[in-house]
């Protein structure tokens, strides 16, 4: 479910910095890139590439990294030749260092990251399945939440606590979600799509098509 967790927050990270928009070009070259979206290795390290949006960071490329030792590496790139290239750590995040990478298209659907004084990563394109929904899950105070498919172990996560979650879901699953309050808050309700559901603070509940639930917390 970590592991999950992590995918979620890099492909996020690419969106939104695709959707930001630094000054930046996409070089001299004829050559255009065009691969973007989810790629991962033999060794469960995962990379993901979002188009450039309009704005300040127009003619970039948002890119993230995600590692299977758990590091996250995530910015904007710029096209040099037939090559991305740039620094993957910024002044936003809490990385040490530098995290200068180079990737380069490899065959039809690969490519290679190159790491300036470190390992190479040969990627391949992950296949995404059809999403028929999403589903968001949220918090309204001061509390934690957890879930997982029905049939799982569903726990809270203690070293990195979830607050928010949202999941494409690519066929109609049933879910365990619970809540749990912080110390000093109570757990009021579920609401669903805006709408009270449930009092209980675990619930299990199908997933078809786009919905949110929101977990409410009131202070004691």
Not at 45 to 72: F, M, R, T
Not at 106 to 124: A, L, P, R
Not at 201 to 219: H, L, M, N
């Amino acid at each position: 479910m970590k592991k999950l967790m992590y995918i979620m927050l890099a492909a996020v990270l690419a969106m939104g910095l695709a959707a930001c928009g630094g000054s930046g070009g996409n070089g001299s070259s004829d050559f255009e890139w065009t691969k973007t979206g989810t790629f991962t290795d033999e060794s469960d390290n995962y990379l993901i590439i979002a188009k450039p949006g309009d704005g300040e960071h127009d003619g970039q490329w948002a890119v993230s990294v995600l590692l299977a030792n758990g590091e996250v590496h995530g910015w904007f790139l710029e096209q040099k030749g037939e090559t991305l290239y740039g620094n993957l750590n910024s002044e936003y995040d809490d990385n040490d260092g530098d995290y200068i990478v180079t990737l380069s298209e490899e065959g039809e659907d690969g490519i290679v990251m190159e790491v300036e004084g470190g390992e190479t990563y040969h990627f391949t394109m992950q296949e995404t399945p059809d999403y028929i929904g999403l589903l968001k899950i949220n918090t309204e105070g001061v509390g934690t939440i957890a879930y997982g498919p029905e049939g799982t172990e569903v726990e809270f996560e203690e070293d990195f606590p979830t607050q928010s979650v949202a999941e494409n879901v690519a066929a109609p699953t049933t879910y365990v979600i619970k809540a749990k309050p912080e110390e000093g808050w109570k757990f009021v309700k579920w609401t669903k799509n805006g709408e009270d559901f449930s009092t209980e603070s675990e619930i299990t509940v199908e997933v078809s098509e786009d919905v949110e639930y929101i977990a409410v917390f009131d202070a004691e």
